[in-house]
Each structure stands twice: as structure tokens, then as C-alpha cells.
């Protein structure tokens, strides 16, 4: 049997197992196609297919560009702002002496290792998605499926099945040559998201140093307070009481939300998908309690400053270490 004969053999199994496999899963022959699997091809239809597809473009969509992307609302640009709020309270804190050299040099230089980290990540997020971009912006087949995939995904979001089965069946060779070429660029997708976890880890190390930080200002208030002298505490022995409960009680209480918050970080060892998603809600609350704790250490040193002028003592050595996986 000759080369030709060979594969119109070859080409008639092929049709005949398609028919089969098109019946078993309820749909016309032309609107199946194979996947390779695991390494090994399966029949599937065209239409499952394309919403993985899609799926995959609102991953590469929401959960990396989102990452560096944004300004001041990216994670980048909230490290660099809580940075910022950083530093400006370590000037106050030079004028205060709320805390002594040591501290604030130790501070210093733990958020300068927080920043210097976040930003290389952030450089290669912005590498690694630019990378991304230029291939697609190079491959035609990026610039016309694209657009395929959003029409489906709007038809699929309208209830408009019909319409979703004709761009699969219509579309198939290109949504095919889609796949392969996503594929090519999932490794760098995937490192992209890779690094955006990194950099989630980093806004959460910089709000723990900026809780810390403002801490100091609250312990000071309470130790302040606790040692009022006893012609101050006669004259206003009842607010004292009340000022005094109210700063140990509050700080208490802080400490238990931080703690029961920090209890919901997610594990090292998860998914890294399953850690992203985990992380964002955490870092949103912290970011709330956080400016709760900054506005509370200010009504703090505001109650200790009613009975006592600051004289630059504290009640105990703070130390700043630099905390890492």
C-alpha cells in the first residue's frame, strides 16, 4: 500500500472514531475537537474548550496584570505609601524621642530591606508582563482571538448558548492555534503570578513593621499614664481612670483583632493560586485595622499628654527584626 492510500485509511478512521465520540457526547461532529491531556489527545467539545480558554484570558487579565499594574492602588504603590507614612513617623519620633537612635535606626533599615525586596520583585513583574505583552502584540493570532474571546464570553454572560456554540464552531482552527500559542507563554504567566505573591507577602511585612512602629506610641501613652504623679492623679483622679482604661483596654483589644487576623495568612505550603486569593482579603482588613490603630495611638498620646509632659523615657526597648519565610 502506497504513502497515499496509507493516509486516506488513516484520514476515514479518524472521522469514524470522531462520529462515535461526537455521539457520545450529544453533539455534531463538527463540534468536537482533541486536547492533548497528560500527553495523550482527547475528544472534547469545542465549546468546553473555549471556556477554559476564556477562563484562562480573565486569569492572565485580573490575577497578574493587576499585580504591578495600577499606581498608587497596585500592591507596589501601597508598600511604597505605607513607606512613606513610615518614614514620616520616624521624623516624628526623632523630635519626640519616642523612640531612642537604636530603634528608629533598626527600623530604618528593616523597611529600607522591605522596600529594596519589593521593588525588585516589582521590576520583575513588570519585566516579566511586558515580556508577555510583546509576544502576544507580536502573534496574530493573539490580536484575532482575543477579540473571539471576549463576543464568547459576552454570549456566554447573556445566556445566548447558540451564539456561543457558532463562534466555537465558526472559530475552531483559531481557537485551536490559540491554545497552543497560550501555552507557550504560561510559564511566564505563571511566574508572573509566582511574584505577585512574593509581593503580597512584602505589603503584609511592611504593615506588621508600620503596627509595630505606631505601637510604640501607644505603649508610651499607657506607660505614661500608669506613671502620673499623685498631685496630677488627685486633681483629675476620675478622667485618669477613665483615660487610663481606655488606652490599656483598647490596646488589648487591638492586639486580639491583629492576632485573630494573623491567624488567617495562609500557609506556605498551599496552592499558590489558593494563597493569592487567601491573601487579598487579609491584606484588606489589615490595611483598615491598621489606620484604626494609627488613629487610636493618636488619641493615646493625646489622653497621656493631658497629665504629663514627654521626657523622652519609654517603658521598654522595641526591637526591629526583619521577618522573612
Same mark, same amino acid.
Request: aromatic letters at 6%.
Given at each position: 500500500?502506497?504513502?497515499?492510500?496509507?493516509?486516506?485509511?488513516?484520514?476515514?478512521?479518524?472521522r469514524?472514531?470522531?462520529?462515535?465520540?461526537?455521539?457520545?457526547?450529544?453533539?455534531?461532529?463538527?463540534?468536537?475537537?482533541?486536547?492533548?491531556?497528560?500527553?495523550?489527545?482527547?475528544w472534547?467539545k469545542?465549546?468546553?474548550?473555549?471556556?477554559?480558554?476564556?477562563?484562562?484570558r %480573565?486569569?492572565?487579565?485580573?490575577?497578574?496584570?493587576?499585580?504591578?499594574?495600577?499606581?498608587?492602588?497596585?500592591?507596589?504603590?501601597?508598600? %511604597?505609601?505605607e513607606?512613606?507614612?513610615?518614614? $514620616?513617623? $520616624?521624623?516624628?519620633?526623632?523630635?519626640?524621642?519616642?523612640?531612642?537612635?537604636?530603634?528608629?535606626?533598626?527600623?530604618?533599615?528593616?523597611?529600607?530591606?522591605?522596600?529594596?525586596?519589593?521593588?525588585?520583585?516589582?521590576?520583575?513583574?513588570a519585566?516579566?508582563?511586558?515580556?508577555?505583552?510583546?509576544?502576544?502584540?507580536?502573534?496574530?493570532?493573539?490580536q484575532?482571538?482575543?477579540?473571539?474571546?471576549?463576543?464568547m464570553?459576552?454570549?456566554?454572560?447573556?445566556?445566548?448558548?447558540?451564539?456561543?456554540?457558532?463562534?466555537?464552531?465558526?472559530?475552531?482552527?483559531?481557537?485551536r492555534?490559540?491554545?497552543?500559542?497560550?501555552?507557550?507563554?504560561?510559564?511566564?504567566?505563571?511566574?508572573?503570578?509566582?511574584?505577585?505573591?512574593?509581593?503580597?507577602?512584602?505589603?503584609?511585612?511592611?504593615?506588621?513593621h508600620s503596627?509595630?512602629?505606631h505601637?510604640?506610641?501607644?505603649?508610651?501613652?499607657?506607660?505614661?499614664?500608669?506613671?502620673?504623679d499623685?498631685?496630677?492623679?488627685?486633681t483629675?483622679?476620675?478622667?485618669?481612670?477613665?483615660?487610663?482604661?481606655?488606652?490599656?483596654?483598647?490596646?488589648?483589644?487591638?492586639?486580639?483583632?491583629?492576632?485573630?487576623?494573623?491567624?488567617?495568612?495562609?500557609?506556605?505550603?498551599?496552592?499558590?493560586?489558593?494563597?493569592m486569593?487567601?491573601w487579598?482579603?487579609?491584606?484588606?482588613?489589615?490595611?483598615?485595622l491598621l489606620?484604626?490603630?494609627?488613629?487610636f495611638?493618636?488619641?493615646?498620646?493625646?489622653?497621656?499628654?493631658?497629665?504629663?509632659?514627654?521626657?523622652g523615657?519609654?517603658?521598654?526597648?522595641?526591637?526591629?527584626?526583619d521577618?522573612?519565610?
Amino acid at each position: 500500500m502506497d504513502l497515499s492510500n496509507k493516509q486516506n485509511l488513516a484520514r476515514e478512521f479518524t472521522r469514524e472514531i470522531a462520529k462515535n465520540k461526537a455521539k457520545q457526547l450529544g453533539v455534531k461532529t463538527d463540534e468536537i475537537t482533541t486536547r492533548v491531556v497528560d500527553g495523550q489527545a482527547r475528544w472534547v467539545k469545542k465549546i468546553d474548550v473555549a471556556s477554559e480558554l476564556e477562563r484562562q484570558r %480573565q486569569i492572565s487579565a485580573k490575577s497578574v496584570i493587576r499585580s504591578i499594574r495600577g499606581g498608587e492602588n497596585s500592591l507596589y504603590g501601597r508598600i %511604597q505609601a505605607e513607606s512613606d507614612r513610615i518614614q $514620616l513617623l $520616624l521624623a516624628e519620633y526623632a523630635e519626640s524621642e519616642e523612640l531612642n537612635p537604636i530603634e528608629r535606626r533598626d527600623a530604618s533599615a528593616m523597611l529600607e530591606k522591605i522596600v529594596a525586596r519589593a521593588h525588585d520583585t516589582a521590576s520583575q513583574i513588570a519585566g516579566n508582563e511586558d515580556q508577555i505583552e510583546t509576544t502576544k502584540a507580536q502573534d496574530p493570532v493573539f490580536q484575532q482571538a482575543e477579540p473571539l474571546l471576549l463576543a464568547m464570553h459576552a454570549a456566554k454572560k447573556e445566556g445566548d448558548i447558540k451564539k456561543l456554540q457558532q463562534l466555537s464552531v465558526q472559530n475552531g482552527d483559531l481557537l485551536r492555534k490559540y491554545e497552543i500559542r497560550r501555552k507557550s507563554i504560561q510559564p511566564l504567566i505563571q511566574t508572573a503570578k509566582s511574584l505577585r505573591l512574593v509581593l503580597q507577602k512584602e505589603f503584609w511585612r511592611v504593615l506588621q513593621h508600620s503596627w509595630k512602629l505606631h505601637a510604640a506610641r501607644v505603649r508610651r501613652a499607657a506607660y505614661l499614664l500608669q506613671n502620673v504623679d499623685n498631685a496630677r492623679k488627685q486633681t483629675k483622679a476620675a478622667q485618669w481612670k477613665e483615660d487610663l482604661e481606655f488606652v490599656e483596654i483598647n490596646d488589648k483589644a487591638f492586639e486580639i483583632r491583629l492576632t485573630n487576623l494573623s491567624s488567617k495568612c495562609p500557609a506556605a505550603d498551599k496552592d499558590e493560586d489558593v494563597q493569592m486569593k487567601e491573601w487579598d482579603p487579609v491584606l484588606a482588613t489589615m490595611v483598615e485595622l491598621l489606620d484604626d490603630w494609627v488613629e487610636f495611638g493618636g488619641q493615646a498620646a493625646q489622653a497621656a499628654a493631658a497629665y504629663t509632659k514627654p521626657d523622652g523615657g519609654s517603658s521598654s526597648r522595641m526591637a526591629f527584626q526583619d521577618q522573612k519565610d
